[in-house]
């Protein structure tokens, strides 16, 4: 009971300045379908023990393995091998914690580990005590597998698009924004990391923030991700940036780019400068195959969000158009689409083929309505719940599904073969400027 009245009080306030900004935002004018119950995760263990666990990359052998501890005496130490129960290395990290008005969130403990082998499981214990968890290091070489799904949040939805990304393996999990839907109810945070924590402690979660995730109050809270930045830091310091908010990664012949909808991008920005410096870094003979993945998505036919992502489409299109990008994923509109290739609003065989995947499990619901008639540069697109898989077979060839949630199966409901810019002579050869010049 005692608990039950805490939670209460520590979230009520940040809910009803959550509940003025929405007000004072104005309604939605589009259609949603509604989203199931939400789901509150628990915990179940001592006050001691590790909770939340989940493992990101760093670097072509390293991980980060992230945890929260209620006590803040337990050690921010990962000990790991190759065997179950036995532990035959260990590292140290470092540990963080942070204020949201009332709310004071636990220990939240941060270990790089390695070097590691590739396509190799690890055992694990952190900080000493707990239950063992294990992950799979992802291949060095192609084929690797990712899952994307973005606006993920903690409902019934949540809980089965989770369910039918575990019943098939993959390498990397792929989140372009919107995790925990707390929206400054920082309990949330701790909810979701609950939730998840039986997927993202087997497999690396790369992730880049949404607009749920800025939690920012004039005066009180002024910069924003204070929650996502302090639980969920990402390699960007590895790929030269300075934020976590954008950052970039490679992993098995691809190279991975993770930019922010929510902090500055035109062209006299750090992450336009960013970008720019790390688009010409990149050595497509390495990594034929280069993904970005962004939340507001820069094209969109639904009525939801029209036009949310214009100005950072203006601002950056022509950057990841001349370095020949292969594919844009995006979240932000609660449905699935898929369009052609495109440049400047045009089909264009050269440009990235763009996906929006903003229907993981959002308490929103659905958005449900697409602009009629419908647009020639948009293939596919259907207001329902699911993930997408992007299994990168060899140098050229990838193969890109969407499986919608029915229940209790995962239907696949779109696919399509993809051949990578940098395989095709005509886009490699007309590209108006070199790498030097990007």
Known sequence: MMMTKCYKFLVVIPLLLHILFLHTRGNDSFSRQPSRQLILTPNKRSDSDPQQVHISLVGEDHMR?????????????????????????????????????????????????????????YYYRCGGSGPEFSFKTPPLNLPIEFVIVGDLGQTEWTSSTLKHVDSKDYDVFLLPGDLSYADSQ?????????????????????????????????????????????????????????????YSFEVASTHVIMLASYTDFDAHSNQYTWLQSDLAKVDRTRTP???AL???PWYNTNEAHQGEGEDMRQAMEGLLYEARVDLVFAG?????????????????????LYVTIGDGGNREGLALTFKKPPSPLSLYREPSFGHGRLRIVNETHAYWSWHRNNDTDAVIADGVWIENLRSSKACWDTRQVSHDEL
Not at 89 to 113: Q, R, W
Not at 225 to 233: G, T
Request: proline share 8%.
């Open 65 to 121: 393995v992230s945890w929260v501890t209620q006590e803040k005496h337990p050690k921010s130490v990962v000990e790991y091998g190759t065997k179950k129960g036995e532990y035959g290395t260990n590292a140290t990290g470092e540990h963080t914690s942070y204020h949201y008005f009332l709310y004071k969130s636990g220990k939240i403990h941060h270990v790089v580990i390695g070097p590691l082998r590739p396509n190799t499981t």
């Open 186 to 246: 920082q309990p949330l945070w701790d909810s979701f990391g609950r939730l998840v924590e039986p997927y993202a402690s087997r497999r690396p979660w790369m992730v880049t923030e949404g607009n749920h995730e800025i939690e920012s109050f004039p005066i009180i809270h002024p910069q924003g991700f204070k929650a996502y930045n302090a639980r969920w830091p990402m390699p960007y310091k590895q790929s030269g940036s300075t934020s976590n908010l954008y």
């Open 289 to 291: 195959w280069v993904i």
């Open 294 to 296: 962004l939340h507001a």
């Open 332 to 352: 932000h509109v609660h449905a699935y689409e898929r369009f052609t290739r495109i440049y400047d609003n045009k089909a264009d065989p050269c440009g990235p």
